[in-house]
């Protein structure tokens, strides 16, 4: 579990009502801004305006009072508008001309602040340069949270609602304007798209720059979408798709950069090739460039770099007599010698690994042929550190060791084996023993040094605890403290676990169904409480002879380890994307192939080459899937898909038709007793 962020003292929050859900999109509010953060220039070409940044931010009061700026802003606004010089015709929220013209000044203003305050920092200057850094990048986020909200503001109130369900397969068609009824007031729909694109690149860098990973890709998802838009629906003069084609490039490159496992990105740049050579063709553009062609080849991002833009160039020069047709010509030959130059990647994947990185390869069986073309992936793997960062912020820090019992446990319990040690701790294990008093079986996890671990014991505890309110978790029974150790007693489930069971019995779907049912339920209690699992094995599913199937992890709860065959595409690309309870989706749909196939996917294959399987082709396909119904199928599919986006969640598969599949109770229980023949006690 990932620790809760405290914001820091004295710094405003930008208002959370200000973030925004665009398209079926949404973004997060942004995480507490770091003083030692210093945000990257924007390297955007607007028209400068004499609006001096330092008007709003040299009266800043310690605070960090976010809305006396935007008030100075909206007063210098109205003195210097021709047209809107009054508040009322400014903040008029029914006319989309002065909302959108107001929201274009915020985004602006926003993106003068921070180059403003970057070139300052770079020149080190202190004349006029008493502001808090803090305190800008707070008021330069907050601008454009502002400035989106209007935007949508403008969009809301389209006579045509073009703006409702935009995805990528209604960018892919032909246009779908609708003819104005004469008399109807023009809605400046094309400048709009452009505008709040636009912004919200400028607001994805922001949240990129404080790590907010997670809102930065719901803004640059938005903003591809608006800008394929401007290409697809822009009229003849092309005024807006010129000013599109100098920023698109951009979008796509940041979103594979901030998650690489997104598949929206091939698809977006896929779109914006075929529009463009659409464009090309009917010759609607005089000044059409091949600049974002160009860097789309040269494209340091994979999902860019594999769309073959370089095949578009080669149409054009074969096939076009026209002015981009003779471009193209001519830099063709230039850019078919650059790529040839990095057609030997062998060498170059040589160059960037350890000699010992280079024997673990050899040693996986990974074929060339098969890592060749995805090199980066490889090397992310070879140099992979552990677990990418946490969205999800839930803490179990509840102090009830003053109930805990202070007397020897020792004597309690009879019969006690031990079953293991927990890993990179030595002074913790788990044993079985019985209770002297009533003679019931119990599961013991036994935590040394107390004195010298206490708060991550006591958090332990405390999530033991909390697993209590649900009847599909092992539930905590007792705590002893004695001698600088701590002993939880927690229930014993006398069937054993799930990993064992599988070989004994040959489940069909409707005992399948029933075991997905309780394991998507205790997932949805923890998702649904800001927390999640990690690491969800066939090992941590217990099921004892009255037919519960419950959830548990003696010995990964608060540890580091990540078991291999359960791991999400996501955790193993190390995306700076933050993880969350979709990884806990993926090591469900594993064990549900390996109830199926009888073991998880890739167990048969060295670490690295699963690795690398499973973060290029996701799981392998059911062994024998003519055992298997449709809806299995169907089930499995949606809690495999490698883009954790699109990836089921566990209340939506709990909705699923499979689910309704699902044996009861009592005749769980009876396959149970009837395979299940032996017993530890």
Same mark, same amino acid.
């Given at each position: 579990?990932?620790?809760?962020?405290?914001?820091? *003292?004295? $710094?405003?929050?930008? &208002? #959370?009502?200000?973030? !925004?859900?665009? /398209?079926?999109?949404?973004?997060?509010?942004?995480? +507490?801004?770091?003083?030692?953060?210093?945000?990257?220039?924007?390297?955007?070409?607007?028209?400068?305006?004499?609006?001096?940044?330092?008007?709003?931010?040299?009266?800043?009061?310690?605070?960090?009072?976010?809305?006396?700026?935007?008030?100075?802003?909206?007063?210098?606004?109205?003195?210097?508008?021709?047209?809107?010089?009054?508040?009322?015709?400014?903040?008029?929220?029914?006319?989309?001309?002065?909302?959108?013209?107001?929201?274009?000044?915020?985004?602006?203003?926003?993106?003068?602040?921070?180059?403003?305050?970057?070139?300052?920092?770079?020149?080190?200057?202190?004349?006029?340069?008493?502001?808090?850094?803090?305190?800008?990048?707070?008021?330069?986020?907050?601008?454009?949270?502002?400035?989106?909200?209007?935007? *949508?503001? $403008?969009?809301?109130? &389209? #006579?045509?609602?073009? !703006?409702?369900? /935009?995805?990528?397969?209604?960018?892919?068609?032909? +246009?779908?304007?609708?003819?104005?009824?004469?008399?109807?007031?023009?809605?400046?729909?094309?400048?709009?798209?452009?505008?709040?694109?636009?912004?919200?690149?400028?607001?994805?860098?922001?949240?990129?720059?404080?790590?907010?990973?997670?809102?930065?890709?719901?803004?640059?998802?938005?903003?591809?979408?608006?800008?394929?838009?401007?290409?697809?629906?822009?009229?003849?003069?092309?005024?807006?798709?010129?000013?599109?084609?100098?920023?698109?490039?951009?979008?796509?490159?940041?979103?594979?950069?901030?998650?690489?496992?997104?598949?929206?990105?091939?698809?977006?740049?896929?779109?914006?090739?075929?529009?463009?050579?659409?464009?090309?063709?009917?010759?609607?553009?005089?000044?059409?460039?091949?600049?974002?062609?160009?860097?789309? $080849?040269?494209?340091?991002?994979?999902?860019?770099?594999?769309?073959?833009?370089?095949?578009?160039?080669?149409?054009?020069?074969?096939?076009?007599?026209?002015?981009?047709?003779?471009?193209?010509?001519?830099?063709?030959?230039?850019?078919?010698?650059?790529?040839?130059?990095?057609?030997?990647?062998?060498?170059?994947?040589?160059?960037?690994?350890?000699?010992?990185?280079?024997?673990?390869?050899?040693?996986?069986?990974?074929?060339?042929?098969?890592?060749?073309?995805?090199?980066?992936?490889?090397?992310?793997?070879?140099?992979?550190?552990?677990?990418?960062?946490?969205?999800?912020?839930?803490?179990?820090?509840?102090?009830?060791?003053?109930?805990?019992?202070?007397?020897?446990?020792?004597?309690?319990?009879?019969?006690?084996?031990?079953?293991?040690?927990?890993?990179?701790?030595?002074?913790?294990?788990?044993?079985?023993?019985?209770?002297?008093?009533?003679? $019931?079986?119990?599961?013991?996890?036994?935590?040394?040094?107390?004195?010298?671990?206490?708060?991550?014991?006591?958090?332990?505890?405390?999530?033991?605890?909390?697993?209590?309110?649900?009847?599909?978790?092992?539930?905590?029974?007792?705590?002893?403290?004695?001698?600088?150790?701590?002993?939880?007693?927690?229930?014993?489930?006398?069937?054993?676990?799930?990993?064992?069971?599988?070989?004994?019995?040959?489940?069909?779907?409707?005992?399948?169904?029933?075991?997905?049912?309780?394991?998507?339920?205790?997932?949805?209690?923890?998702?649904?409480?800001?927390?999640?699992?990690?690491?969800?094995?066939?090992?941590?599913?217990?099921?004892?002879?009255?037919?519960?199937?419950?959830?548990?992890?003696?010995?990964?709860?608060?540890?580091?380890?990540?078991?291999?065959?359960?791991?999400?595409?996501?955790?193993?690309?190390?995306?700076?994307?933050?993880?969350?309870?979709?990884?806990?989706?993926?090591?469900?749909?594993?064990?549900?192939?390996?109830?199926?196939?009888?073991?998880?996917?890739?167990?048969?294959?060295?670490?690295?080459?699963?690795?690398?399987?499973?973060?290029?082709?996701?799981?392998?396909?059911?062994?024998?899937?003519?055992?298997?119904?449709?809806?299995?199928?169907?089930?499995?599919?949606?809690?495999?898909?490698?883009?954790?986006?699109?990836?089921?969640?566990?209340?939506?598969?709990?909705?699923?038709?499979?689910?309704?599949?699902?044996?009861?109770?009592?005749?769980?229980?009876?396959?149970?007793?009837?395979?299940?023949?032996?017993?530890?006690?």
């Amino acid at each position: 579990m990932s620790d809760t962020v405290e914001p820091q *003292e004295g $710094v405003s929050q930008a &208002d #959370p009502q200000l973030e !925004f859900s665009l /398209l079926g999109d949404n973004s997060q509010p942004a995480n +507490p801004v770091n003083e030692a953060d210093t945000p990257e220039d924007i390297q955007e070409n607007d028209p400068e305006e004499n609006i001096d940044p330092r008007e709003a931010l040299l009266k800043i009061p310690a605070d960090g009072d976010i809305r006396k700026p935007l008030e100075e802003l909206l007063q210098q606004t109205i003195r210097e508008s021709p047209i809107y010089n009054t508040q009322e015709a400014l903040l008029n929220d029914k006319d989309p001309n002065a909302l959108l013209y107001w929201a274009k000044t915020i985004s602006g203003h926003a993106k003068r602040m921070k180059s403003y305050y970057t070139r300052k920092r770079k020149e080190k200057s202190e004349e006029d340069f008493n502001f808090h850094t803090t305190q800008v990048v707070v008021v330069y986020i907050s601008f454009h949270a502002t400035a989106i909200s209007k935007f *949508e503001q $403008v969009a809301a109130l &389209d #006579p045509n609602a073009s !703006f409702v369900g /935009l995805e990528p397969d209604t960018l892919a068609g032909p +246009p779908s304007r609708p003819k104005r009824v004469k008399g109807q007031p023009r809605f400046p729909a094309m400048e709009l798209c452009f505008e709040w694109g636009l912004a919200a690149l400028r607001y994805g860098k922001a949240l990129e720059t404080q790590k907010d990973y997670h809102a930065a890709y719901a803004q640059y998802n938005n903003s591809a979408k608006l800008f394929l838009k401007v290409m697809q629906e822009d009229d003849r003069r092309r005024r807006w798709t010129s000013k599109v084609l100098n920023k698109i490039v951009v979008v796509f490159e940041r979103l594979g950069k901030v998650k690489p496992t997104s598949t929206d990105v091939r698809t977006y740049c896929d779109i914006f090739l075929v529009q463009f050579s659409n464009i090309a063709m009917r010759g609607e553009m005089k000044d059409q460039s091949l600049k974002p062609i160009i860097a789309m $080849v040269l494209s340091d991002c994979r999902h860019v770099r594999e769309a073959n833009a370089i095949d578009v160039v080669r149409h054009l020069a074969n096939f076009f007599d026209t002015d981009l047709g003779k471009e193209a010509a001519k830099q063709l030959e230039h850019l078919e010698s650059i790529l040839a130059k990095n057609t030997d990647k062998e060498s170059q994947l040589k160059s960037m690994l350890t000699p010992e990185a280079q024997k673990r390869l050899a040693k996986s069986g990974l074929k060339r042929e098969e890592y060749i073309h995805h090199i980066d992936v490889l090397i992310n793997i070879l140099q992979w550190k552990g677990k990418p960062p946490c969205r999800l912020s839930f803490n179990h820090n509840i102090d009830n060791s003053e109930k805990w019992r202070r007397e020897n446990p020792v004597k309690l319990f009879i019969d006690k084996h031990k079953l293991s040690d927990e890993e990179g701790n030595p002074h913790s294990h788990v044993f079985l023993a019985k209770r002297k008093a009533d003679r $019931v079986p119990v599961a013991v996890k036994v935590m040394g040094k107390y004195s010298e671990n206490e708060q991550a014991i006591k958090k332990e505890v405390a999530l033991l605890e909390f697993l209590n309110k649900h009847d599909n978790f092992t539930h905590l029974l007792d705590v002893f403290l004695w001698k600088d150790e701590v002993w939880a007693v927690c229930e014993y489930c006398d069937a054993g676990n799930l990993v064992d069971f599988i070989p004994v019995s040959v489940m069909k779907e409707p005992e399948m169904a029933y075991i997905c049912q309780e394991i998507l339920t205790a997932l949805k209690f923890l998702h649904d409480n800001n927390s999640m699992h990690r690491d969800l094995t066939s090992d941590d599913i217990l099921l004892n002879m009255s037919g519960d199937v419950l959830v548990s992890d003696f010995e990964l709860w608060m540890g580091n380890n990540l078991q291999r065959y359960w791991l999400a595409p996501e955790l193993l690309l190390s995306e700076p994307y933050p993880y969350g309870p979709e990884v806990d989706i993926w090591s469900f749909g594993c064990i549900v192939m390996e109830m199926a196939d009888g073991h998880p996917p890739y167990c048969d294959l060295h670490p690295l080459k699963e690795f690398f399987y499973t973060a290029t082709r996701g799981t392998p396909p059911l062994s024998k899937p003519q055992r298997w119904s449709v809806e299995f199928k169907n089930f499995l599919e949606y809690a495999l898909h490698p883009d954790p986006a699109k990836r089921y969640t566990a209340d939506q598969l709990l909705q699923h038709s499979f689910i309704r599949k699902a044996c009861t109770r009592q005749e769980f229980s009876d396959l149970i007793q009837l395979k299940v023949s032996w017993t530890r006690w």
